[in-house]
């Protein structure tokens, strides 16, 4: 079964970087589209980047042109830079498939404060 584990995260201030990685265990991870999650507290997990396997990318509109996904196939690794960061951004993130088809990490923990 596939497992994702999720790093990089952090307490940054507003206008700050983060680079996020997720590494997935099992052989078949480069057919998969794959994407980054974000759940704020009291609200639901948003699909916020996407890059398929042909490296196609599609960000939400809330993180368009300050988020970059990017992949690894070789290293099993799905990546988000994060840049130009605001307080609105805090959630924990985590990746998963496109139609979230393996069972979730644990996320990684991005807050924007200063």
């Known amino acids: 079964q596939v497992q994702l584990v999720e790093s990089g995260g952090g307490l940054v201030q507003p206008g700050g970087s983060l680079r996020l990685s997720c590494t997935a265990s099992?052989?078949?991870?480069?057919?998969?589209?794959m994407g980054w999650y974000r759940q704020a507290p009291g609200k639901q997990r948003e699909l916020v980047a996407s890059?398929?396997?042909?490296?196609?990318?599609d960000y939400a509109d809330s993180v368009k042109g300050r988020f970059t996904i990017s992949r690894d196939n070789r290293k099993k690794t799905v990546y988000l830079q994060m840049n130009s960061l605001k307080p609105e951004d805090t959630a924990v993130y985590y990746c998963n498939t496109q139609s979230r088809a393996f069972p979730w990490g644990q996320g990684t923990q991005v807050t924007v404060s200063s």
């Open positions: 890059v398929t396997s042909v490296l196609n990318t």
């Open positions: 099992g052989s078949i991870f480069s057919i998969y589209a």
